[in-house]
């Protein structure tokens, strides 16, 4: 069974960083991109960017290129997110996803930002 | 960027309707190789995305067969043939042709 497990809630100051993990397990960690998705309290999904595991290559939506770090480890099958300069705008939950058409997705991370 | 415009934004429907969401493109999916990489997800409250339609209109696995997708170039539908309550939720479309990826807004099924 392919399972995308996250690591749990966070909490961080403004202008601190987080980093969020996603293990995968049931497939080839290498096999498919891992994607991450950002969903606002209350608002819709939006794509940040992807990492190819295998190769380490990244891609990034404009507005996150400066935000989010994309890694990942193939010794652990863990894909990690790390969410940098927190302002209140950051205060979301992150999905991992992955699969050949995207359709394994991690439970979510609940990310807050306060002081 | 491209922008998908999911309409309507709230649909009400009875248990045994049939509906559909519709999905425009500010740009066609069609990619050079001929593929067109949009997708269909569920959103149920509290849960992750799950998906429902790969490549416009390949059910995902597991889903059942009153969901059906069409379209082509910028303009695609999803349907569901028989609403059932564990349908509820938000349907989002999502194109991954062109970078940087992007969803529509959403649409929201409720119980009338």
């Known amino acids: 069974e392919v399972q995308l497990q996250q690591s749990g809630p966070e909490v961080g100051r403004p202008g601190s960083s987080v980093k969020i993990s996603c293990k995968a397990s049931?497939?080839?960690?290498?096999?498919?991109?891992m994607n991450w998705v950002k969903q606002s309290p209350g608002q819709g999904l939006e794509w940040i960017g992807w990492?190819?595991?295998?190769?380490?290559?990244?891609d990034y939506a404009e507005k996150f290129k400066k935000k989010a770090t994309l890694t990942a480890d193939t010794s652990s099958n863990t894909a990690y997110i790390q969410l940098s300069s927190l302002t209140s705008e950051d205060t979301a939950t992150y999905f991992c996803?992955?699969?050949?058409?995207?359709?394994?997705w991690g439970q979510g991370v609940m990310v807050t930002v306060s002081s | 960027d491209v922008v998908l415009t999911q309409t309507p934004s709230t649909l009400s429907a009875t248990i045994g309707q049939s509906v559909s969401i519709s999905c425009r493109s500010s740009?066609?999916?069609?990619?050079?190789?001929?593929?067109?990489?949009l997708y269909w997800y569920l959103q149920r409250p509290g849960q992750s995305p799950q998906l429902l339609i790969y490549?416009?209109?390949n059910l995902g696995s597991g889903v059942p067969n009153r969901f059906s997708g069409s379209g082509s170039g910028t303009d695609f539908t999803l349907k569901i043939s028989g609403v059932e309550a564990e349908d509820l939720g938000v349907y989002y479309c999502?194109?991954?042709?062109?970078?940087?990826?992007?969803f529509g807004g959403g649409t929201k099924l409720e119980l009338k």
């Open positions: 996803a992955s699969g050949n058409w995207v359709d394994y």
């Open positions: 049931g497939y080839t960690f290498t096999d498919y991109v």
């Open positions: 990492i190819d595991p295998e190769y380490g290559s990244t």
């Open positions: 740009q066609s999916l069609l990619d050079s190789a001929g593929n067109t990489y």
């Open positions: 490549l416009v209109s």
């Open positions: 999502m194109q991954a042709t062109h970078a940087p990826w992007t």
